[in-house]
Nanobody, 121 residues
Framework: QVQLVESGGGLVQAGGSLRLSCAAS????????MAWYRQTPGMRRELVAD???????NYSDSVKGRFTISRDDAKNTLYLQMNSLKPEDPAVYYC???????????????WGRGAQVTVSS
């Protein structure tokens, strides 16, 4: 079993910054892809950014240049630094990991419970 603990969400004024963290614990041999998604009521979950184990990153156009995804594999932790937050950024942000329990494991997708981000104008 793998547990994910997300932190760092909250209320911030437009133009401000927040940093989300997602710490994984449990039966972990290795974590491959990691990502942040977000979802607003009535909308489907959308990819915000992802990061491969190699460090290669990918961002949605809506956050490119403002958000930075990073990972610390020694701590099994994923981060999302969000700067210049806009009124369209509020959502529940979910972390997503592909966890391997052993070397030949194809990987298990694991989702965090979500962290609420609210931006006041």
């Amino acid at each position: 079993q793998v547990q994910l603990v997300e932190s760092g969400g909250g209320l911030v004024q437009a133009g401000g910054s927040l940093r989300l963290s997602c710490a994984a614990s449990g039966s972990i041999f290795r974590i491959n892809d990691m990502a942040w998604y977000r979802q607003t009521p009535g909308m489907r979950r959308e990819l915000v950014a992802d990061i491969a184990r190699s460090g290669i990153t990918n961002y949605s156009d809506s956050v490119k240049g403002r958000f930075t995804i990073s990972r610390d594999d020694a701590k099994n932790t994923l981060y999302l630094q969000m700067n210049s937050l806009k009124p369209e950024d509020p959502a529940v942000y979910y972390c997503y990991l592909v966890v391997l329990h052993h070397d030949w494991d194809p990987g298990t997708m694991v989702w965090g419970r979500g962290a609420q981000v609210t931006v006041s104008s």
